[in-house]
């Protein structure tokens, strides 16, 4: 099959490559990089591990003209809710009419613990919306249904990194000691405070076992962009510390999947990784310490049996996640892509109808002319009035982004962490 993922980061295009690869082995994937605050680096596609056919990066309207799209079979949206719904208005314009389309697909790169009906009305109107469990299968259902929005829509699968390869707790540890691996979030926690605490507490947790390793797992360099804005960057935070850090704690980038290779117990607030672990039936620790709260994420592990904290991380504390909650949640799933196939399968054996997005310029004006013009497109799906500005603009251009956006990126995360600093934020 010929797939294309258009992808607004490095974690939406793990998600949507690794889904291309799970879905068809051997298919020909192509990769659109949504050009904007957090396109991603060289090195986080890299990091990814998953070479793609060919690669573009593009503005939403370039994206929806690109004659590619005429030999598609299948498109995966791995963008935010407002993007996609962007998307699924140009790609309704562009395919309207047309003997042939190829098949939208969208989803969730991670857990949904916030905004479900807003996010799931936004993606509404792709031929697939991919529930990561039987929990989320579930909850789509119980917002569609009564909108009207045919619940075939909804395929349940897993998420498409979740490694095969299973924990050994009895394994030697010749190469390395036990090793603890605190898997940060941009955003979670988002105060400065509350990120000096964790470093801190991993920090102490180093000191108060030094028989350890300690790895502090970063999701980018200083001055990289993921899906988050990272205003309090963990590396930048343990350049203002005043102490020596211990020897045995390292700070860690690359792919999650390698470090869990020599991990043994995973700790975090609410990480993705940790489904990661847990898919490994490896001890997982989802930290309590700020609260457990809905705007820190980890309110959705509560029946998981492994929230806890950093004072019984220090204890000797390993949680296993709770077998009923792990199947509910799809990590255990033995065929994750069997009904995906199948409804694939199904799609393209027959005529597909018109995109009809849940929202439109008659149903909610406002609303779509907004999301709509954010991203250069005009409240019918065409090119708004920059749209031809954009696609004028040469290498030079590109590259004066990249710098402006770096520039910024170094501000967010160390200047004004040093201003707050100084004024005592």
Known sequence: MR???????????????????????????????????????????????????????????????????????????????????????????????????????TGYVGVVYEKMADGLLLRAGADIVLANSPFDRRRFTEVYEPLGIPASSIVQTALPFLDERPYDPAR?????????????????PADRNGRMYMLRRAISHARLRPGRDVLVKLRSRPGEATTHVEAFHYQVLAEQLDEPLPPNLHFVYGNMSQTLDRTDLLVTVSSTAA??????????AILSDLGVREIHGNHYFT???????????????????????????????????????????ELRGRPLP????????????????????????????????GAAAARSRGPMRRTSRRVLKVAYQFGVQRVAPKIQQWGGV
């Open 172 to 188: 030697t540890f010749a190469e390395h000691p036990y090793t603890v691996c605190f898997a940060v979030q941009p955003s979670v």
């Open 303 to 345: 029946g998981s049996g492994c929230v806890t904290d950093w004072t019984a991380i220090d204890e000797g504390a390993a949680p296993i996640a709770h077998e009923s909650w792990t199947v509910d949640q799809g990590i255990r799933s033995t065929d994750p892509f069997g009904e995906l196939r199948s409804r694939i399968a």
């Open 3 to 105: 797939i294309h993922v258009l992808a607004d980061s490095d974690t939406r295009w793990k998600w949507g490559a690794g889904l291309a690869v799970g879905l068809a082995p051997g298919s020909e994937v192509h990769a659109h990089m949504l050009r904007g605050r957090s396109t991603p680096t060289a090195r986080q596609l890299a990091e990814v591990g998953i070479t793609p056919s060919s690669i573009t990066e593009a503005t939403l309207a370039e994206f929806a003209a690109a004659p590619a799209l005429d030999s598609a079979d299948v498109i995966i949206l791995g963008t935010v809710g407002g993007a996609t719904h962007a998307a699924l208005h140009a790609l309704a314009r562009r395919f309207a009419g047309a003997p042939h389309r190829p098949i939208l697909m």
């Open 275 to 284: 489904l990661e672990s847990m898919h490994r039936g490896m001890p997982t």
């Open 354 to 385: 018109p995109i009809t997005p849940y929202y439109t310029a008659a149903s909610a004006p406002e609303y779509v002319g907004t999301l709509l013009r954010r991203r250069g497109l005009d409240p019918d799906g065409s090119p708004g009035p």
